[in-house]
């Protein structure tokens, strides 16, 4: 934690010194108190509170769908030959695509709607996930799988109770990196500029040149990431990793 707080400051302080070097005028390049005064004013009028909530509901709903998609179909790629020779090499040339990619076909289908962000964020989970999904059952060890045969395991109690389990470890890092995709596809499926979130108030930002505003959000996103990448995903994967015995000593 002293490494990091060491970091971050030597962070800012390059921040400072690069603005008082005036290399950009102050309202294209803000110093970090006005940052800090954009942000503490933020949440002090709720403005900031409100993106934050309207941009949660649409990640955790676009989230849920990317993980439940993908594991459905990667669960049917490491399965059947077919699905992987097909479905599968589609997954792997859609998990090259950007999300933004995706904003013109989006509004084209769904207008300047919930569903269009709720899309764009979907999309943006579901190739990862899929991909972490299909290894991870790929990779369960042969070992296990002939043990529970010998026991009279088959079928689809087979993969309920030996091939699943097994194969958690990849699912829990797909779950990781599908959130951060899927919050990387938000910020691009809210540039639409329907109704309030982070993305809107970004694009707004820029819209007016309000460079301290940009910062600020981008700030919020970084430390959102942040926190929720080491708070929660990595103590979750860590646990698991653990308990299989896959954790580095």
């Given at each position: 934690m002293l490494r990091r707080i060491v970091f971050l400051g030597a962070l800012i302080g390059i921040w400072e010194v690069i603005f008082r070097f005036q290399i950009w005028p102050p309202f294209m390049f803000p110093s970090p108190l006005n940052v800090a005064q954009t942000?503490?004013?933020g949440f002090q009028d709720g403005s900031f509170i409100i993106a934050l909530k309207a941009s949660f509901q649409r990640l955790l709903m676009g989230y849920s769908l990317a993980v439940f998609i993908g594991i459905f179909l990667g669960v049917s790629i490491a399965k059947s030959k077919i699905m992987n020779e097909?479905?599968?090499?589609?997954?792997?040339?859609?998990?090259?695509?950007?999300?933004i990619v995706w904003?013109?076909?989006a509004l084209l289908w769904f207008g300047m709607s919930e569903t269009a962000i709720t899309f764009i964020v979907t999309l943006g989970g579901t190739w990862t996930m899929t991909t972490n999904t299909a290894t991870g059952i790929r990779n369960v060890q042969p070992v296990l799988t002939r043990a529970a045969r010998t026991m009279g395991a088959s079928g689809w109690h087979l993969f309920l109770k030996v091939t699943l389990p097994a194969s958690v470890p990849h699912l829990i890092t797909g779950m990781r990196l599908s959130w951060a995709f899927a919050w990387r596809a938000l910020m691009a499926g809210e540039l639409i500029g329907s109704g309030s979130g982070l993305g809107q108030m970004l694009n707004f930002g820029r819209d007016v040149g309000n460079m301290s505003l940009v910062l600020s959000i981008m700030v919020i996103i970084a430390v959102i990431g942040m926190i929720l990448d080491n708070?929660?995903?990595?103590?979750?994967?860590?646990?698991?990793?653990t308990r299989w015995g896959l954790a580095k000593v």
């Open positions: 942000l503490i004013h097909t479905v599968g090499m589609l997954v792997i040339g859609l998990q090259s695509v950007p999300s904003l013109p076909l708070l929660v995903f990595q103590r979750i994967e860590k646990n698991v990793l």
